[in-house]
């Protein structure tokens, strides 16, 4: 297999945040990356600003060493990296004040090029960067502006961040990041999906039963605690990640590969969701072992009610999936770190081989980490004599299996996620009317938990979350999938 690199056109990114733990560990990474396989050939500039004081050869050593601690390969960087760093420069400048402005303009081409603003700073800074970047001039209609996450911390915040951006910023250059979607395997669902007549006319609720969606984690909130506590695994990834894993699993197919029949569809399915019940979600906290604390020892407030954990039954009035629960989970120190969408097809209409070949059911698994890949769960007759013994195997798709050692080397998302701000393709980023919609649905469940003042569950560090969450899938008769490595 031959992979394809089409060098983007010159362009200039500058790097608001140049210097923090974003940029260090998959910003500068993801482009140096990119350079070495050639998509930065057409000329690129990157400009880290923050306020840090230091000048552009300083700036280079600091990403040299973030590029050797996070995805420098050594035959790469003794190859590459000397001409990468040559195109990285620094500004010091304040996003809440006016100093460094004047150089950063006086640095920026003001030729041809593309020019694209990376908001990697945090959130209270969105808008004031937004407002300088206009007031300075630098607002033309042919740059683009990517915003990091959290969009908001409820829909009212979102509203009025998109208006503040609005003011100054076409929706058309507006790219909200929200890195899953920049993932290989959540592109190939819709390649899945849309590319073969397999799948689609199975995915109703004629057929499939039901869908779980788990993005577990191993670790805890560790140092990004003072963050977390006042986000929560609901705004931090049911909001987001979840929601946007939910869309694409569930929109009807886009009449076009493009940024706006992609989104709508998706939009229509977070438009469609029935508001969660009480008794529909679940929030825990996890205990600490022996060695590793428990997560009210891990942020501040020792009487934190901030979850951990959620898991939640949502269901989608439409025709398409009337009927079948998605059920979605979310949590940190689980039993492994593993992420995947399992589409659970029903039971065969009737079993010609007898009660004793059990129950089988067909299981497609969309793997988003680790590994990758795709497996489909078939059911084949166990070799051998003894009659018809029945046995699920898996069809496995590991990408790197399936497609060759070309395939091993599968790109952060933020190296598509980058190029694809370059190229100019919103398809993979969220629009602002999406974030705001997906808040009205998160909202409610929150606010109810706030004035309820409830505790979360409490979990074992390990496990696979309260047991509670178990009962609300085990209620429908159904079970969680195993949390596997
Ligand atoms: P961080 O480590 O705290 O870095 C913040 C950066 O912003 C630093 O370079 C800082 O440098 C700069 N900065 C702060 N105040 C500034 C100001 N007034 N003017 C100009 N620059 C300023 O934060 P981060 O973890 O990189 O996160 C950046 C953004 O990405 C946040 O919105 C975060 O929510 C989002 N995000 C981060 C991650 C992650 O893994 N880190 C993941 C997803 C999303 P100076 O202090 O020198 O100015």
Redesign the pocket.
Known sequence: MVSRVIPVQPFDLVV???????????ILPALFRRFCAGQMDGGARVI?????EMDGAAYRAFTRDAISEFGGDPVEMEAHLSAFLEQLDYV??????DDGWDDLVGRLDDGDRIRAFY?????S??G??ATRLYDHGLASPRCRIVV???FGRDRSSAQKLNAVLAQHFDETQIYR?D?YLGKETVQNLMAIRFANTLFEPLWNSQYVDHIQITVAESGGVGT?GG?YDKSGAMRDMVQNHIMQLLCLTAMEPPAKYDPDSVRDEKLKVIRALDPVEPEGVVRGQYEGTDTLPGYRNEVENRDTTTESFVALKARISNWRWAGTPFYLRTGKRLRARASEIAVVFKDAPHSIFGSDSGRHRNILTIRLQPNEGIEMGVTIKEPGPGGMRLVDVPLDMTFSEALGPQSEYVPDAYERLIMDVIRGDQTLFMRGDEVEAAWAWVDPIIERWDVAGTQPALYSTGSSGPDDALALIHRDGRRWREIRP
């Open positions: 608001f945040g140049g210097t923090g733990d974003l940029a260090r560990r998959k880290g600003a923050a306020r840090g010091a400048l304040d996003a809440n004040g908001f990697s700073v945090g959130p800074l969105f004031p960067l990091e996450k959290p990041i890195h990004r963050y």
